[in-house]
């Protein structure tokens, strides 16, 4: 087995043993994405030097058994959303270019302080707006599992990056599915935590309201082992819950006997692909088989969640990228005949062109005359979402459902109708309006061997019955050990 | 055709907290460009605000002090517009649920009380400041400080109560008072902490409907508030009698030539596309909090007026002028009991009467006069520490003095522009100046005799019947004692003299 490809937890074995120093891993994940990253594509920046320093401050904790954590030394990925100090942060975006910020994301703060090593930043669709990192400033991410489809999206480099072995872990974010998609699309695990459980400060704003960081890992056990470092209060986030956060790895027991599933019918639609829903349908029976309940619940208005979210978020988005004016950083255009001419030729010049669609949909969405029928009955209808899952977890410990209608696309088949690419989130973005946590987990291969996700949400705040479940399900198969051929 | 005026005003004032809104930069006033700032006031990417609870509470305090009701939860919005000044595209303010339900204002105008009512009181942060190029390497630039960023502020705004400009400079002041009273806002016009915008519309007298309004905007003094909102209503009134119609629109106050110009119109207003600031949550206020702070609130202007007058039966006039500021009234209340606290000889005036009138007013007269006075010619401010090198005691010794005799009225004048100045203790001063006064009879006859002997003619003229001579003999007598001279002993002296 080549180093590359084990999990964290293994490798933190390997390095307490002392059967391993974090440089060599670094090295050995450096030397990985020299090899495979000119393919793959998943790093708009690679932060090597930085890296090695952190791997031999690293290798003294470990050598000198002092604050090791199950993250002591292990090389991760971030996606380049994430603030990082003095280092490049661009958020798939011409307009941040050149952007350098003084200041490290909380979660980057905390990954630094239980001493993970960073190599880099990770490609993704530009401002978090896609489904397929083909809305990136500079370049597509391939998909491992098949270079010539898409990764998912918007954290796609992150989810490449997992699944083509450049790295032991990543961290994205998820506004509509961003963490999800992309895991059930590249194979692996992606948590969505509850609203507020990680801090979003430092985390480049795409819709305030939604958006989430999270783990994407080679399996349940990682995801725990992360989310432990990255949960937690911040007194610079109002928005983040000041809860105490547990062990999330002493949920994984596999004992999911009594625990009761709601699988909702609105979830299993037509359009649905036929072995996704053979895949998620055996999950269910495998979860029966170890003593959990399945139960039908509805979720009555999830026809509206797409359309919710398209006015919410963009609502947002267009007060959220406000900011980038050509003012004080990034991007500003040249020979501008005044303020308005450099505000529009900034803007015109610094976002794609589904960040600019999203701006105006959102702008729309608020202006006067048009906020009562669009943001505000949106906000309503959203209010009416969450009531769903409420009532449905009255009767359900967590509800299963498919990540994603279909696996990975080919790079370039919904470019040219974003309503389509729209709905790749159709079954991940209620989650994020209700602000509950979800995860996706692998749970087989189409017969174009393109894997597929099984999506698992919980109760706010009950992130361990969610790992639980998924941990459950996942020693009961194997498909989190199948490693992408690239 | 006679008309009136509807005035409404929406008042802006800075808060004296350390840190700003959101973030823990400094408020100072002054500072080198840029140097008050962080990541979070830059609106740089992926920061968050946190609210600052003391701000929070001096809006409560505002609130209580102008009888409005606290919203249990109110939310704070977004604000989107694009300008330099304003680092987040946006400002966080708030809009359809705001802090205060509605309160009012009682102010005297003319004699006469008048209930202004207030509509709200609202939080949100201040913007920066644009300084543009004036040398010719820098003609074409602008340049962007971020000091002022985030600094927070209350937006007052008043029902469209006011008649008269007046009325609107009345409300004006004691909203200031009540503000610098209550130590959450410097007042300071000029600088900017305080700052007014005026709603004028005119209607015929009788009209029920409000006319068509216009926002008064850059009025940066009382004297402008006044010139702008009577241009304003003067304007108004001119174009209706020419069957004319008034634009909804804003204007800008130009001080140099005492005019409004007009800004923009209504259909070139902004939209701002208020929305609730996601990354706050709502602002909930427990009654608990509201009933410590109330408690602790001081006596606000209006309150202490009135205890003035009553307690110390000054004329309203003076507690008006005395109260205007918190600094004043405390320096008045503190030479009021220092001066109660000497004891004069015989009796004077621990028995509360000085000269015919009670203590409380003499003292009322020296500060509003004689130091009011001084502080104006040296434009020092009673809020500046340097003042009260002047002692109350120092004050009421002076006073005392007076009542026995020492000196007389005139001196003491100077003697206390001394004491102003220099800070040091009228018997000092009197001793060193060879100030005291002279109440020895055969020195004040002896000076009586040599004026009489010098003007023969003049007296021989007052004995015929010209009697407005009288104080002629009494100022050069003033002259020859170099004013030295016991007043009332001169007066019955000469008076003894010329009769004989």
């Not at chain 1, 050598?63 to 030394?73: C, M, V, Y």
């Not at chain 2, 600094?151 to 909203?175: N, Q």
Request: hydrophobic residues 35%.
């Amino acid at each position: 087995m080549k180093l590359y490809n084990l999990t964290i937890h293994e490798l933190h074995e390997k390095l307490k043993k002392k059967e391993l120093t974090s440089l060599e891993l670094t090295e050995t994940f450096l030397k990985r994405i020299d090899a495979v990253d000119g393919k793959i594509k998943a790093f708009i920046t690679i932060t090597r030097e930085n890296a090695i320093e952190q791997a031999k401050e690293a290798d003294k904790k470990l050598a000198s058994n002092k604050d090791i954590t199950p993250l002591t030394g292990i090389p991760i990925s971030v996606k380049d959303i994430f603030c990082t100090k003095g280092i490049k942060t661009t958020c798939a975006s011409k307009i941040l270019s050149n952007f350098i910020p003084p200041y490290d994301a909380h979660v980057i703060k905390k990954l630094k302080d239980a001493g993970a090593v960073i190599l880099g930043k990770n490609n993704m669709d530009e401002f978090a707006m896609g489904s397929s990192t083909e809305n990136s400033a500079f370049f597509t991410t391939k998909n491992p599992w098949d270079i010539e489809r898409v990764p998912g999206g918007s954290s796609g480099g992150s989810a490449a990056s997992v699944a083509a072995n450049e790295c032991a872990a990543s961290i994205g974010t998820d506004t509509g599915g961003s963490i999800r998609q992309p895991a059930a699309l590249c194979g692996i695990v992606g948590l969505k935590p509850t609203y507020g459980r990680v801090s979003r400060y430092g985390m480049i704003a795409f819709a305030s309201s939604l958006d989430q960081a999270g783990p994407m890992t080679k399996d349940v056990t990682d995801c725990a082992i992360m989310l432990n470092a990255m949960a937690g209060y911040d007194p610079q986030d109002f928005t983040s819950i000041n809860a105490p956060v547990p062990d999330y790895t002493k949920a994984l027991t596999k004992d999911v006997k009594g625990l009761k599933i709601g699988i909702p019918k609105e979830y299993f639609i037509e359009g649905l692909d036929i072995d996704i829903e053979k895949s998620v349908k055996h999950a269910i029976d495998v979860l029966k088989k170890q003593g959990a309940s399945v139960i039908d619940v509805s979720l009555p208005h999830t026809e509206y969640a797409v359309a919710v979210y398209y006015l919410v978020a963009t609502a947002e988005a267009s007060s959220n990228l406000a900011r980038y004016d050509g003012v004080k950083y990034g991007h500003r255009a040249k020979d501008s005949k005044n303020l308005i001419d450099m505000y529009r030729k900034t803007r015109s010049d610094g976002f794609g062109p589904e960040v600019k669609r999203r701006i105006m949909l959102g702008t729309y969405s608020l202006s006067a005359g048009y906020y009562d029928a669009y943001y505000k009955k949106a906000s309503q209808v959203r209010t009416l979402i969450k009531r769903d899952f409420e009532d449905a977890f009255k009767k359900c410990d967590v509800i299963l459902t498919p990540t994603a209608p279909t696996p990975a696309f080919k790079i370039g088949e919904k470019t040219a109708d974003p309503l389509t690419m729209y709905l790749s989130d159709i079954f991940t973005i209620s989650c994020n309006l209700a602000g509950i946590p979800g995860i996706s987990i692998p749970c087989g291969f189409t017969k174009d061997n393109l894997p597929i996700g099984l999506q698992i949400l919980g109760k706010p705040l009950d992130e361990e019955t969610v790992l639980k479940v998924s941990f459950a399900y996942e020693q009961a198969t194997d498909w989190h050990k199948k490693r992408a051929g690239v | 055709m006679s008309y009136e005026a509807v005035i409404g005003l929406e008042i802006h004032a800075q808060l004296l907290t350390n840190s700003k809104m959101f973030c823990g930069c400094s408020t100072k006033f002054g500072a080198e460009p840029n140097t008050q700032v962080c990541p979070v006031c830059l609106g740089m990417p992926g920061v968050l605000p946190v609210l600052n609870k003391k701000a929070v509470e001096f809006a409560i305090k505002m609130a209580l002090a102008t009888n409005c009701a606290i919203n249990p939860k109110s939310i704070f919005a977004r604000k989107n517009y694009f300008y330099p000044d304003l680092p987040k595209g946006y400002q966080i303010s708030q809009y359809d649920e705001p802090l205060t339900k509605k309160g009012f204002i009682d102010v005297d105008v003319n004699d006469s009380k008048k209930r202004i009512g207030i509509t709200r009181i609202h939080m949100e942060e201040d913007a920066g400041k644009l300084l543009h190029g004036e040398t010719n390497e820098d003609i074409n630039y602008s340049f962007v400080d971020l000091n002022r960023a985030a600094v927070p502020l209350i937006e007052i705004v008043s029902e469209p109560d006011m008649r008269t400009s007046d009325e609107a400079v009345e409300y004006l002041k004691a909203l200031r008072d009540i503000l610098v009273y209550l130590e959450i806002c410097d007042g300071n016009m000029e600088e900017g902490s305080f700052r007014c915008d005026a709603n004028v519309s005119v209607r015929k007298i009788g009209q029920k409907e409000l006319g068509t309004k216009t926002e008064l905007k850059n009025i940066n003094s009382f004297r402008f508030i006044q010139k702008a909102i009577e241009y304003e209503i003067k304007r108004q009134i001119d174009v209706l009698e020419d069957n004319g119609k008034i634009i909804q629109e804003t204007r800008l106050f130009d001080s140099d030539k005492g005019i409004t110009i007009s800004m923009r119109s209504k259909e070139e207003a902004h939209d701002y596309r208020y929305f609730p600031e996601p990354d706050l949550l709502p602002l909930e206020i427990d009654a608990k909090w509201i009933e410590e702070i109330k408690k602790n609130l001081p006596e606000l202007p209006a309150a202490k007026r009135e205890r003035f007058v009553k307690g110390y039966g000054i004329p309203q006039y003076d507690a008006g002028v005395l109260t205007s500021s918190k600094a004043l009234a405390n320096y008045y209340e503190k030479c009021v009991q220092a001066y109660r606290g000497q004891g004069v000889k015989g009796g004077y005036p621990s028995e509360g009467w000085v000269g015919g009138q009670e203590i409380p007013k003499v003292v009322s007269n020296w500060v509003m006069g004689e130091l009011l006075r001084l502080l104006k010619e040296d434009g020092k401010d009673i809020n500046q520490p340097s003042v009260f090198g002047l002692q109350p005691e120092s004050f009421a010794k002076l006073l005392k003095m007076i009542d026995e005799g020492t000196i007389s009225n005139k001196i003491a004048k100077d003697v206390f522009e001394e004491m102003f100045k220099t800070g040091k203790d009228p018997d000092a001063i009197v001793k060193e100046k060879g100030l005291v006064q002279i109440s020895d009879e055969s020195a004040i006859i002896k000076a009586i005799d040599d004026v009489l002997n010098a003007n023969q003619q003049s007296a021989a003229d007052y004995k015929a019947g010209k009697e407005k001579l009288f104080s002629f003999f009494v100022g050069q007598v003033m002259k020859a004692t170099k004013g030295q001279a016991n007043p009332a002993l001169l007066n019955k002296l000469l008076k003894e003299k010329l009769s004989r």
